[in-house]
């Protein structure tokens, strides 16, 4: 096999597994078991697990990317954008809150500030997303910027892996309360009332 395969056979690997146990559980021995190979072997790849976690978030990244520039291929409506962006996110996102992530925010700040960078990055597309829907009739005049800071100050304080074990939520659910109460508000229809 060349040396890309070996390379995306190992990260299969670690990803799986450490998904599953998070970050601190998991040893380059188990990597390397899964595979059948030595763990000299994964080292002529990897200098580290460290290094191994890193890339695993680069191909995170990428698979998010390559998802964004479908969808705003697909879609034309800012709404719709933004929900099918949301539903893949949540899919995608939510096995890496169960373990790993927790791990990750306490093992290598660095990475976890790197993602939550990513984060930030990919929502504040979202208000560009806002000031279209907004200037074509679809959403109702607010402050984009604060729209975007709104949620993406939720986002800081909901989806975190610490708040999620305390609360014993969800990264599915708190992401849907949280879209939910973002777009809808708490008020209720004031027919209603």
């Given at each position: 096999m060349n040396v890309d395969g070996n390379k995306e056979k190992i990260l299969n690997a670690a990803e799986k597994r450490m998904l599953r146990f998070g970050y601190?559980?998991?040893?380059?021995?188990?990597?390397?078991?899964?595979?059948?190979?030595?763990?000299?072997?994964?080292?002529?790849?990897?200098?580290?697990?460290?290094?191994?976690?890193?890339?695993?978030?680069?191909r995170l990244r990428n698979r998010i990317n390559e998802n964004q520039i479908k969808i705003e291929k697909t879609f034309k409506n800012p709404l719709d954008i933004i929900k099918n962006n949301i539903v893949f996110l949540q899919k995608e996102l939510s096995p890496w809150f169960e373990n790993f992530l927790p791990d990750i925010k306490q093992e290598l700040p660095q990475l976890w500030a790197n993602f939550v960078?990513?984060?930030?990055?990919?929502?504040?597309?979202?208000e560009e997303l806002i000031k279209e829907g907004i200037k074509n009739g679809q959403f109702r005049k607010v402050n984009s910027f604060i729209a975007v800071k709104m949620f993406?100050?939720?986002?800081?304080?909901i989806i975190n892996p610490e708040v999620l074990q305390h609360e014993s939520i969800s990264f599915q659910e708190a992401l849907e309360g949280l879209l939910d109460i973002w777009a809808n508000g708490i008020l209720r229809n004031r027919k209603d009332i």
């Open positions: 601190r559980k998991v040893a380059m021995d188990e990597i390397a078991s899964d595979l059948a190979m030595s763990k000299n072997t994964i080292y002529k790849y990897f200098q580290s697990k460290e290094e191994i976690a890193s890339m695993l978030f680069e960078s990513y984060r930030k990055e990919k929502i504040l597309e979202v993406l100050g939720a986002v800081n304080e």
